[in-house]
């Protein structure tokens, strides 16, 4: 059984910095495009990251200049280092996966870890 297991989230005050990492663990033949998503309250989950299996990122206007997604394909996991976070970074953080098994090929979801920014 395929899983994304996430960890890193937290409290942090403004202007400080956060790194998350998720982990797809199971029976996994190939690991294809990994990205970060967030859901603030009382809104739509929205795009922060993403990377290909080659290294190639995108980002959303949000997140450029302040975070870093970068992978580690050999662990399978997916990082996202978030600099000078602001009250407005404050959501719960979701892992995506394009996971590739033996059998089926499908988007995947980790269970979420919160970041809160706040002094």
């Known amino acids: 059984q395929v899983q994304l297991v996430e960890s890193g989230g937290g409290l942090v005050q403004p202007g400080g910095s956060l790194r998350l990492s998720c982990a797809a663990t199971?029976?996994?033949?190939?690991?294809?495009?990994m990205g970060w998503y967030r859901q603030a309250p009382g809104k739509q989950r929205e795009l922060v990251a993403t990377i290909t299996s080659g290294g190639n990122t995108d980002y959303a206007d949000s997140a450029k200049g302040r975070f870093t997604i970068s992978r580690d394909n050999a662990k399978k996991t997916v990082y996202l280092q978030m600099n000078s976070l602001n009250p407005e970074d404050t959501a719960v953080y979701y892992c995506?996966?394009?996971?590739?098994?033996?059998?089926?090929?499908?988007?995947?979801w980790g269970q979420g870890t919160q970041v809160t920014v706040s002094s």
């Open positions: 995506n996966a394009d996971i590739h098994t033996y059998h089926t090929q499908r988007d995947y």
């Open positions: 199971g029976n996994i033949f190939r690991v294809f495009v």
